[in-house]
Structure formats: C-alpha cells, structure tokens
C-alpha cells in the first residue's frame, strides 16, 4: 500500500534547494570576486 | 577567441558582462520559477510535482556543461598553453558542482512521490553521482597542482587538464545512459530539433534553462575575475621579492 503524499511539500522542499543553492552560489562568487579585486588594488598601492 | 584568451583583454570585457550576465540571469530565472512554480498547470500523471522540473532540467544541464567547459578548456591549455584556459577551467568546477548536486537532490526529491524512492541504482542517477565525485576529484587535484606550480613559481601543472579531458568521457555515457540501458528514468524528452513536452511546460522550461545559463555564465566570470586577481596580487609580491612570477598574470591590466 503507497502512502499518501503531499506533492506540493516535495515541490517546496525542492525548490528551497535549487534557489538556496544558487543564491548562494552567486553570493558566494560575487563576494569572493570583490574581495579579491580589493586585495589586488590595495597590493598596488602599497 | 584567441584573443579572448588575453587576461587584460578579458578582464576590460568581464568587468561589465559579469553583472550582466548575473543580473539578466537572476531575474531570467526567477520569471522562469515563478512561471513554473504559479502559472503552468499541473501534470495529468506526474500532478504537481512537474514543477520540481523547471529546476531539474537546468541544474543537469549545467552540471554537464561546467564539465564540457572544463574539457574545452583543458584542450586549449595543453594544445595553445593559452593563459586563461586553466583559470577558466578552474572557474567552471565549482559551480558545475554545485549544479551536478542540486539536480541530483532535486532528482531524489521528484523521485520520492514519483517512483516511491529517493534513490535507484540505474544508468543516469549513477553516471550523474560520477559526474560529482569527478568535480570533487578534479577541485581537490586542481588545488593540489596550483599549490605544487606555485611553490615552483608556476602556474597549474597539466595533470587537471588531462583528468578533465578523460572525465569527459562519462558527458556521453550520462547522456545516452537512458537509451543504452533499460533504466528507471525516463528517455530524454527534448531532443534535436523536436520536444515531447507540451507547450504549457516547454516555455517555462525553456526560460529557466536560459535564466540559470545566464546565471552559470555570470558565476563562471567572477570567479575567473577573483582567481587573475589573486594571481596579480601574488604576482607583484613576488616581484617585489624577486621571485619569478606567473606566465599568467605577468601583465598590468588597463583600468
């Protein structure tokens, strides 16, 4: 006998995944990038 | 694109086509989800679990075109030694990861109502989960040859690049895996040319598609843009001590 299950949880479940992964994914690169390029500029002057 | 391959001549191009790409690509995506998420309607046999698709569909796509990248890549860094190859092969590993382990989550999470299990041992989950051990495998050897050519004052050795043209060979294998064996997933429902998807999910589809494309583009670009800058950064400090620098980043970038 199957279970009954609640689709929308599992569409919900994957969703916070899938866009939680790439924000972070993103904000992790943008910031990494900036802090970089920041490093670089301040090697530059010294 | 082999003059693309001039770091000072990316970087001019890359400063203002990473926001570009991010910004494009973020709204793209979000259009795409909500659209996906809200407007189209549900699937007469899958029912609402459908949506987990617009997600689904991209992020595989995604893991496999990181490691297309980082082939490609790796072809041009052992046959041109172009300076940017393995910088943009580096790049691409991290989000090709990300992407190859949100589809495979998403994957398990669609296959929990659809199928009555979160995991099955057939052709295309298998092949997708050795899709990301080879990202993880080939971060931590490309990590290991920067530390190794930079303490010889070099950049990244040529052993990421052979084991990125060699795990390649499992791009073919993920793709055909439905069609070669008689597997749990379904045959793929876009192919040249033709779609077995009704309109109502293709558009969706589609936008997602390019939204997290464009997305992927613009990641692929920041972190090329903080790997040369790194670079630099060292670069100058060794010139500074007079150690020799990297063939890479021995240039001074006009801003």
Redesign the interface.
């Known amino acids: 006998m199957?279970e009954a299950?609640d689709?929308?949880t599992?569409?919900m479940?994957?969703?916070a995944?899938?866009?939680g992964?790439?924000l972070g994914?993103?904000a992790w690169?943008?910031l990494?990038?900036r802090?970089?390029?920041a490093?670089?500029d301040?090697?530059?002057k010294r | 694109m082999h003059g693309f391959a001039n770091p000072a001549r990316f970087l001019r191009i890359a400063r203002w086509l990473?926001p570009l790409c991010?910004g494009i690509g973020?709204v793209v995506?979000a259009l795409a989800?909500g659209w996906g998420?809200f407007l189209s309607p549900a699937e007469k046999l899958q029912?609402?679990?459908v949506?987990?698709m617009y997600?689904?569909v991209p992020?595989a796509w995604l893991g496999m075109a990181g490691w297309i990248g980082i082939a490609g890549a790796s072809f041009a860094q052992l046959v041109w030694r172009h300076p940017l190859a393995g910088i943009a092969a580096r790049a691409c590993a991290?989000?090709g990861a990300?992407f190859t382990?949100?589809c495979l989550?998403?994957g398990s999470?669609?296959g929990?109502?659809a199928w009555?299990t979160w995991w099955v041992w057939d052709g295309r989950l298998t092949s997708m989960l050795v899709l990301l051990f080879l990202y993880l495998g080939w971060i931590a050897l490309a990590r290991a040859s920067e530390d190794a050519g930079r303490g010889a004052g070099q950049g990244q050795g040529a052993a990421p690049a052979i084991f990125g043209l060699l795990g390649a060979i499992n791009i073919p294998i993920i793709h055909y895996s439905v069609l070669w064996w008689n597997t749990q997933h379904q045959p793929p429902s876009i192919t040249a040319g033709k779609s077995a998807i009704a309109g109502d999910f293709l558009w969706p589809l589609l936008l997602a598609m390019l939204g997290?494309t464009l997305?992927f583009a613009?990641?692929v670009f920041?972190?090329m843009?903080?790997?040369l800058?790194?670079q630099?950064?060292e670069a100058?400090?060794r010139r500074k001590a007079g150690a020799p620098g990297d063939f890479a980043t021995d240039f001074e970038p006009a801003f």
């Open positions: 199957r299950v689709a929308w599992f569409v479940a994957a969703y995944v899938g866009v992964a790439t994914l993103v690169s943008w990494t990038m802090r970089a390029e490093r670089r301040q090697s530059r | 990473t991010l973020l995506t989800l998420l029912g609402e679990t949506r987990i997600l689904h992020t991290v989000p990300v382990a949100v989550a998403t999470i669609w929990r109502p009555g997290f997305v613009g990641v920041a972190r843009r903080a790997i800058a790194d630099q950064a100058r400090l």
